[in-house]
């Protein structure tokens, strides 16, 4: 397919572009297969670059024969054209329309990118399974690398490679993966080296309403735990959710059978109640004109917060479980793809000090949500705009760099990134020209040779020039295991992303270069107090050895 | 009366594990402190207790439960009922005096001389500061009606009216305002002839007129020649206003003054106030407070709302000053509530001197104090009218705060300034506050026999600073904030100052003040080290200097600094209250902010919901 097929109207004149935060500007729109283009001619200052992909919605309307076209995002901006001429307008909008809903990945705009900057190092190759694994093995020798899902044939959404117990062979495994969903077995996610504790995560056990069992599940699990200790099971669903799981052939782990297993249930919301809640968050977001009453009613009636509560209240009970009662975790939902990852790496952000720096988080996106198989591609198709309402739309990312901003918030010196780096992860996983977030698990990522034909937003990410943008200057590492207040009082609402495109932020934008200035002073200071010293001590000594005789 | 009772416990309150600190409590004359075993204090002041309550006793003893005026609330339980008992009385008795002299402020020593303590009274002059606004000058003068406080009780001496102002107009208009509260200056813009004037509701019921109080409001109106008409604005809701009428009071009929453009803003009354605080402190109260019940809470509370309003109309003021050039009159019913919020509040966006440290004490002086905001009746300073307590002045702090964090570099000071006045405004450890108005306060003798606040605050400077501080910025002249709703937040370090689970571990202002006073240090270092250089160079050493110690002594401050990056600002702290520790809320912050401290877990479901 040849993208000038959808693109009836290359170029026209004399639009004006509304956007938030500046003036109005006319200019020359032109349309490209991934980029709609606004240059003003004016100066370059002026111009809009937007990516088909980034389109969440379009409205039009008509005053004559001048069309309006209001243009909302995947990152909640909304911005407005006003296009003179009817039918312009009409093929403009049928245009975007058609080009931001590509049904091909492989016309999506990363197989197009060709990127202006020198890659250092690939970002494909940056965190490979088997480097995680290192970081562990000089610590235990309980737990190996199975490389039973080579071929993606026991669990479709998993990697090829996995950790496992060194006890369980690949034989075992195969039965083991019959018996959860998705085929996700239970397999190491992260390891306190503290304590030799670990969490595990999974998809459901598929018990059923009759109960079935499997040994070599309860093998696997048990032969984490240490001689004479218990472990928790964490499911992410109420035990009445979970209970209605057996129905379709799904469940949980029976006292029964997992003895030394004590099951604790949390609720944690899934699919369309996320992006519900999200749709009304942004639309109380963007009103300027609620009273008082009206927005703190739309703020709690979008229960965002909620669930973010939720969510940062599971994984600390994970994390405490760890930490302080010096006990196992397994943790699952259904599928084990969404709330059980966002438990998983949010435990780990309190736990381990490593995934507070940007490598470590990057690693962690790269492990406990790419390759641990989180459907990015279907999860972020659209965002708070869109009326499709598919099933499998949900912000469950987003939440997740909701509950990493909370916890940065309150440990503002104990992360190496700041919010920039969290909100242009959000940004990339709906639209970018990187190939890092496309597919929906490391299989089809595969298939879609993305390693060759795209590439990877850790590329430029991990560049010096890009990571000065994202580095924190407030950091300072901290070995401690860092818990969050999840009171209401204590929760916030992330301003950076979802009052981002609704207020001006300018005095807190030069109220935060005025720190970052304060701080470059004092290592400036500090360093040239050290080069004086030095000078001094030297003098000194010249002059001691001129006057010993 | 008991002053010691051991074995008592001291909860969390928002632990759901029951954790508790064991140890002794203590009343001494001033204040209730608790010591644990790890001999940590709690103090808290007499003055500071709003309530305290005998629960019903349980197995483990007898629960006291104490909520404090800066939001402090601590829950005791006394192991034996009688000890309960007798606490309970002796703080009913302590925390409600029936008599100024019986004020902490009375009998608090900071060990200064008499010659010290008037200076002190003497570092905010209030005719400096109209001088400082160019008043009085051939727009306007100072009055001489209410130097022996004739005219009204409740202003202060000294008032400035319009150049025009004769005496019957001033004795006329008097007669016609709610507690002979006449329209004067309050603020007066440089440059532009635009002016703040504030009095009380006038008495017209429905049909009454007062042609003095119309000639005066036409002189100011007139004070100003860079517009004809000025700004009259009733800072009630319309209802009430109208309401009032029929008690002889009301509002002013826009047919009867020339040129006078009337508006109402919508304030609620101090009752509305009182209610709506009370609710949003009964709702953040609860433990395992779920997200809805906060919000939905805070909602119903009205508590934002309110202040936005208060906001609001100040915005009001800025505006018709400065996008109209039009003089305002602001009053409410008496006009010492909500007239000091809005025409303070105006005229801090208006001027950034009242941004200043010394600015604000100024606004505060000039505004609240002098103008006759009742802080003795409002704060419960003695036990009087439950129904006269009012947070009007918390309100405030909150609108400066809100500003705050729109604009952090247009403050000089920052939020550990606004909470340390919270807490003296009603510690009444200083006469500032004391009394309800000027002179009521002479006739206290509060100069003589107290000591002012201000000195302190301004000697422990360094803890108030905002390290953000932009003094030249342009664009900061004249503030004008978003009041768009999603812009207010629920001031958490204010109504939960003390319940430290609930804070950011880590706190940039902090780490940011201690490094702006770590560079000023390194800059002193460098100087000292390069003249020792050049010292060297010249070879003008000193033996000793050289041999047998390789290091210079400024070698030495500097190698210690590393370690005092995080010098705690916070050493100088309990000067304020002099020889004794006291409760103050600062000793709390550094290990409260210090960042290695995991050890307190706010988990409202952790391990003691496993079970479920």
Redesign the interface.
């Known amino acids: 397919m040849e993208f000038a097929e959808l693109i009836k109207t290359p170029r026209v004149d004399n639009v004006v572009l509304h956007r938030p935060f500046y003036p109005a500007v006319e200019g020359t729109l032109c349309l490209t297969g991934h980029h709609l283009i606004l240059s003003s001619r004016q100066d370059n200052m002026e111009e809009l670059w937007l990516l088909h992909s980034n389109i969440d919605a379009i409205d039009k309307r008509f005053v004559g024969s001048l069309g309006t076209i209001i243009i909302k995002c995947k990152d909640f901006r909304i911005i407005q054209l006003d296009i003179p001429g009817m039918e312009e307008c009409l093929n403009i909008a049928s245009s975007i329309e058609a080009l931001s809903t590509l049904d091909s990945v492989t016309l999506m705009y990363p197989f197009f990118y060709r990127p202006m900057f020198e890659v250092i190092e690939d970002g494909w190759h940056s965190f490979l399974p088997e480097q995680e694994f290192e970081l562990y093995s000089s610590a235990t020798s309980e737990w190996r690398l199975s490389y039973v899902n080579k071929e993606f044939a026991v669990c479709p959404s998993y990697p090829p490679t996995v950790i496992v117990p060194k006890s369980i062979d690949d034989e075992a495994l195969r039965k083991v993966a019959a018996f959860r969903h998705g085929g996700r077995f239970p397999v190491l996610s992260y390891y306190h080296k503290k304590n030799g504790m670990v969490i595990m995560r999974s998809g459901q056990p598929l018990t059923g309403t009759n109960g079935r069992r499997c040994k070599e599940d309860e093998k696997l699990i048990n032969a984490t735990l240490r001689a004479g200790k218990r472990g ?1 099971l964490i499911d992410t669903r109420s035990l009445n959710v979970a209970q209605q799981a057996r129905a379709k052939g799904g469940g949980f782990e029976q006292e029964a059978h997992y003895p030394q297993w ?1 099951r ?2 949390k609720s944690i919301e899934r699919y369309h109640v996320l992006q519900e809640s999200l749709i009304k968050l942004v639309d ?2 963007n009103e ?1 004109t ?8 739309k ?2 009636a979008s ?1 965002w ?2 669930h ?2 939720e969510i940062l ?1 599971t994984a ?2 994970a994390a ?2 760890i930490d ?2 010096g006990a196992s975790v397994l943790i699952h939902g259904t599928e084990g793809t969404d709330s059980t990852l966002q438990v998983t790496s949010l435990a780990q952000i309190i736990l381990e000090p490593r995934s507070r720096t940007i490598r470590g988080f990057e690693a962690l996106i790269e492990r406990e949500w790419l390759q641990a198989g989180h459907p990015f591609q279907q999860r972020c198709a659209q965002s708070a705009y869109c009326n499709s309402k598919q099933k499998w739309e949900a912000p469950v990312f987003l939440l997740f760099l909701d509950c990493v901003w909370q916890i940065l ?6 992360f190496e990134f700041n919010e920039h780096f969290l909100i242009m992860l959000f940004e990339h996983a709906y639209a970018s020209q990187f190939g890092t977030f496309l597919g929906n698990n490391e299989s089809e990522r595969c298939k879609l040779k993305l390693q060759q034909k795209t590439m990877s937003l850790w590329s430029w990410v991990n560049r010096p020039s890009e990571l000065s943008k994202f580095t924190n200057p ?1 950091f ?1 590492a ?1 070995n ?4 969050p ?9 992330w301003e950076g992303i979802f ?1 981002r495109w ?3 932020s300018k ?2 934008d ?2 935060y270069e ?2 970052v200035n ?2 470059e ?2 290592k400036e ?2 360093a ?2 050290n080069i ?2 030095r ?3 030297e ?3 010249d ?2 050895l001129r ?2 005789p | 009366m008991r002053t010691n009772v051991e074995q008592v416990k001291l909860l969390d309150r ?1 632990s759901t594990n029951n954790k508790s600190l064991t140890g002794t409590l203590y009343l001494t004359a001033t204040h209730l402190l608790f010591i644990d075993t790890q001999q940590k204090e709690t103090w808290i002041l007499h003055h500071h207790i709003a309530s305290v309550e005998k629960l019903a006793l349980t197995t483990s003893g007898c629960p006291l439960v104490i909520q404090c005026k800066n939001f402090r609330i601590v829950h005791f339980i006394v192991p034996r009922e009688r000890d309960c008992h007798d606490i309970y009385n002796s703080l009913l008795q302590l925390s409600k005096q029936g008599k100024y002299e019986d004020l902490y402020a009375f009998s608090y020593n900071p060990k200064q001389n008499d010659s010290e303590r008037l200076k002190g009274w003497q570092v905010i002059d209030l005719a400096k500061e109209y001088a400082r606004m160019g008043v009085p000058n051939e727009k306007w003068k100072l009055s001489d009606a209410n130097r022996e406080y004739k005219v009204c009780e409740t202003y202060p001496r000294e008032l400035y009216v319009p150049k025009s102002a004769i005496l019957p107009m001033i004795m006329g208009s008097s007669n016609f305002r709610s507690k002979g509260r006449l329209p004067v200056l309050s603020y007066c813009r440089q440059g532009t002839e635009a002016a703040i004037c504030r009095c009380s509701q006038p008495l017209s019921g429905f049909s009454a007129r007062c042609l003095e109080d119309e000639k005066l409001l036409k002189a100011i109106s007139t004070a100003n020649s860079g517009n004809h008409y000025m700004y009259v604005v009733d800072t009630r809701p319309k209802l009430n206003a109208m309401a009032n009428r029929a008690a002889g009071k009301g509002y002013e009929n826009e047919d009867n003054y020339s040129n006078i453009r009337f508006q109402f803003v919508g304030i609620e009354n101090i009752h509305v106030m009182r209610s709506s605080l009370q609710k949003l402190l009964e709702v ?1 109260g609860n433990k395992g ?8 809470g ?2 119903s509370s ?1 508590w ?2 309110h202040i ?1 309003a208060v906001l609001d109309a100040a915005i009001f003021l800025a505006k018709a000053i400065v996008v109209e050039n039009a003089s305002v009159l602001v009053h409410c019913s008496d006009g010492w509530d909500r007239t000091s919020q809005v025409c303070s509040l105006g005229s801090l966006l208006l001027d950034s001197y009242y941004r200043t440290l010394k600015g604000f004490m100024v606004l505060i002086e000039k505004d609240w104090i002098s103008f006759g905001h009742k802080f003795s009746e409002r704060c419960g300073h003695l036990d009087g009218d439950p129904k006269e307590v009012s947070p009007v002045f918390t309100q405030f702090l909150e609108c400066v705060w809100h500003l705050t964090e ?5 403050f000089e000071f920052n939020e550990a300034f606004l909470l340390q006045i919270h807490e003296h405004v009603h510690s009444c450890q200083f006469g500032n506050f004391l009394g309800n108005c000027q002179k009521e306060r002479e006739e206290l003798k509060l100069k003589e026999k107290t000591y002012s606040l201000w000195p302190f605050l301004l000697d422990d400077k360094q803890k108030y600073l905002n ?2 501080y ?1 003094s030249k ?1 342009e664009s900061l002249t004249v503030l004008e904030p ?1 009041t ?7 001031w ?1 370090n204010m109504y ?1 100052q003390f319940d430290r ?8 202002l902090n ?2 003040m201690n ?2 006073e ?2 000023k240090q ?2 002193e ?2 100087k000292d ?2 003249s ?2 050049t010292q ?2 010249n ?1 003008i ?1 000193t033996k000793d ?3 047998p110690h ?3 002594p ?2 030495k401050t ?1 190698l210690c ?1 590393k370690e005092q990056s995080l010098l705690p600002v916070n050493d100088t702290l309990r000067a304020i209250e002099g020889s004794n520790p006291a409760d103050n809320r600062y000793c709390d912050f550094p290990e409260e902010f210090s ?2 401290e ?1 050890a ?8 003691a919901r ?1 079970t ?1």
């Not at chain 1, 207040?485 to 609402?493: E, G, H, R, T």
């Not at chain 2, 729109?406 to 247009?410: C, K, L």
Request: aromatic share 8%; with cysteine.
């Open positions: 928790y004590r604790i249930h109380a977001c300027q609620h009273n008082m009453d009206r927005w703190l009613g703020l709690e229960n917060l909620t973010i509560k209240t600390c009970l405490q479980c302080r009662e918030r309150q440990f503002p010196c104990s407030l300072e901290n401690l295991v860092i818990w207040s999840v009171a209401p009082q204590s929760l916030q609402l009052l609704s207020r001006s005095y807190l030069e109220a005025e720190m304060i701080i002073y004092n200071l500090q040239k107090v004086l010293r000078q001094l001590a003098l000194e000594t002059d001691g006057e010993s | 928002f953040n407070l779920s997200v809805n019940d906060f919000y939905s805070l909602e009205g934002l709302r936005k729109q604009f952090p570099q247009a390290p953000l932009n910025s978003n768009v709703s999603f812009n207010f937040k629920f958490r939960h689970t609930l804070h950011p571990r880590q706190s940039v780490i940011i490094m702006n770590q560079n390194l800059e270092d460098i080290l390069e020792k250089i060297c160079k070879g050493l200097l050289l041999h390789p290091e210079s400024a070698l500097s600094l960042k290695s995991p307190v877990v706010s988990l409202e479901y952790g391990v496993m479920c």
